[in-house]
């Protein structure tokens, strides 16, 4: 088992910047990828990013390229989601996600292919 927990979200202005963290523990680690997903009110969960375990294959959903970046820490068994230039419709509950090692773009992006969840950290927005 992984056990997968969310932190760093709040209430920012439209504009504004935030970091999310992802610390895991339980079994290893190692080899994990891992995504950010998030689910606005009324809305279906939708992916954000995701990253794998060397750091260096990385997809984002397209409204959140060049406005998000995420990165991880092996030796702290951490990922982060570096949000800048937030918009309200950023606004939802944001829930990291690991899935054993690295696949296809479509599996990484769907969030069935994830076997492990955190339990959300919520990120709001005003305008």
């Known amino acids: 088992q992984v056990q997968l927990v969310e932190s760093g979200g709040g209430l920012v202005q439209a504009g504004g910047s935030l970091r999310l963290s992802c610390a895991a523990s339980?079994?290893?680690?190692?080899?994990?990828?891992m995504g950010w997903f998030r689910q606005a009110p009324g809305k279906e969960r939708e992916f954000v990013a995701a990253?794998?375990?060397?750091?260096?294959?990385?997809y984002y959903a397209d409204s959140m390229k060049g406005r998000f970046t995420i990165s991880r820490d092996n030796a702290k068994n951490t990922v982060y989601l570096q949000m800048n230039s937030l918009k309200p419709e950023d606004t939802a509950v944001y829930y990291c996600?690991?899935?054993?090692?690295?696949?296809?773009?479509?599996?990484?992006?769907?969030?069935?292919?994830?076997?492990?969840w955190g339990q959300g950290t919520q990120v709001t927005v005003s305008s």
């Open positions: 339980g079994r290893t680690f190692s080899g994990y990828a």
């Open positions: 996600a690991a899935r054993p090692y690295w696949t296809s773009e479509v599996k990484i992006r769907n969030q069935d292919e994830y076997a492990y």
């Open positions: 990253i794998s375990w060397s750091g260096g294959n990385t």
